[in-house]
């Protein structure tokens, strides 16, 4: 009799209710807004990495300008250089803004958001909107000061779209990376040891200081598997690159075009598959 009655008020309970997209949305912008007071609070985060990026490119970029002079495809080498130096931002401030990670799951409010009824991946996106974000406002602030500097940018409505589309699956995916990293390491301290192997060591084999073809015969082939390579071609193509040179030194092909969306292809599989392993990581690390 008892056993009867337990299953019957098992068949009759309530399923538990959905939770509704407009509260996923409302949720999301919280998280997103919380993402950017933290940022705010921490200069660190908003400065530092454009520091290096700048320097180079007002002071490092004229000075080689000067010795090497125009390049090839009569590309002005500053100019050429100052695009490159957005192969070091970008990974650099996404792996900073990885450190995020850390304060939140240390000291912050992690606990709290797991707890909330929200889908655990806003709490990943939430803070992926935030880095790309605020990268593309440091990015803006390198090419104004390059401009300024004297390098020559010139572009069109769907060249600014390719450089666009380059840089922001750029910064998706390293911070699919930085977030991956963060959610595995055990302590802050290991995460900053692996930040320059990660953010900065492709820099020097992506076409940042000179085209791929330049490097030895091995390395360019492993140059023609790194994101970075593929985005700092498309992004130069879109600004200044106009014949696709460095497009040609990973494809081999004639049609820029058909390149462009190559790597842009490229550069989209890695943004959403660091993004799906990221989630896939926290939320492995927030059952623990």
Known sequence: MTASATVTSIRTAPAARPIQAGAQIRAFATLVRRRFALSARSPRELVVPVVNPIVFALVIAPALAGIVGRFRGGIDYMTFVAIGTTGLLIPINALFAGI??????????????????????????????????????????????????????????AGALWFVGGAALLAIGMYGVAETLANRMATQEEYVGVLPAVAILPYFFAGSLFPISSLPGWLTVVARFIPLTHALALMRYGLVDHRGLGLHDIWGMSDPNVMAALSLGVLAVFALGMTFIAVRVFNKAAVH
């Open 100 to 157: 995020g990670v850390f304060v939140d799951r240390e000291t912050g409010a992690r606990r709290d958001l797991l707890a909330a009824p929200i889908h655990r991946s806003l709490l990943v996106l939430g803070n992926l909107s935030v880095a790309v974000t605020t990268t593309g406002l440091q990015l803006v602030a390198l090419l104004a000061a390059a401009a300024l500097r004297g390098a020559i940018f010139n572009t069109s409505f």
